[in-house]
């Protein structure tokens, strides 16, 4: 089966968002039991936390949600990164800076996530290089690290990832801890009902999710 590594790690809304992050979550810390040593995730480790991608507009609203219940020391900060990463990611960003959608080409977002591929995320504590709205992140940062199925319908699109954990594990190692990406299906119904539910909500970045702070 093909490998592929990544650098960098590319609801209260609904019932179901919370039914979600429970599923995921809970395939995570199984997936995090049989990989061992070999998972080199942990707090402090913050790789994937630079770079920018995109989330699905549910993604954002659960960053929303947990920016407005973060005590009020941390919510500065964070809203003061917010505002530093739009100034500085605004005039090259391939979307709406009103809205905070992705608009642009295929292309133009991945010229644009190879531009700013190591800013850190807003929400990256720098001290502590721990997430600040951990409990809240999306579905991509509780998914980066173990090995995961590139598409659940074609294994032979192969494996994701992190390239520094399973540096020197086997492909049974690796098959062993793979994590159960059924979720998927139901990400999927999720993030399509919350979008159906929020006309004119639509894919961003996690900077560009809390798009009120800057104006």
Not at 44 to 64: M, N, W
Not at 110 to 123: G, K, M, N, Y
Not at 133 to 161: Q, S, V
Request: hydrophobic share 40%.
């Amino acid at each position: 089966m093909a490998r592929e590594r990544f650098g960098r790690c590319r609801i209260p809304q609904q019932k179901q968002t919370g039914g979600l992050v429970q599923i995921v979550d809970a395939a995570l810390a199984s997936a995090a039991s049989r990989s061992g040593e070999h998972l080199a995730c942990r707090a402090g480790c913050s790789q994937c936390c630079h770079g920018v991608f995109e989330i699905a507009a549910l993604d954002a609203a659960r960053l929303r949600d947990g920016l407005a219940v973060a005590d009020a020391a941390v919510s500065t900060r964070v809203r003061e990164r917010v505002v530093s990463a739009q100034a500085k990611l605004g005039p090259f960003y391939p979307g709406d800076v009103s809205t905070g959608i992705l608009t642009g080409t295929a292309e133009e977002i991945e010229l644009f996530e190879e531009w700013a591929h190591a800013e850190p995320c807003p929400a990256l504590d720098p001290e502590t290089q721990t997430c600040d709205l951990y409990e809240h992140r999306p579905i991509l940062c509780r998914t980066f690290g173990p090995p995961i199925l590139n598409d659940p319908e074609d294994r032979e699109a192969g494996l994701a990832i992190c390239e520094l954990c399973f540096t020197d594990a086997t492909d049974e190692d690796i098959a062993g801890a793979e994590m159960d990406s059924s979720f998927r299906g139901l990400q999927e119904e999720a993030e399509a009902e919350y979008e159906a539910n929020n006309p004119g909500a639509g894919p961003t970045i996690v900077a560009y999710a809390f798009r009120d702070v800057a104006r």
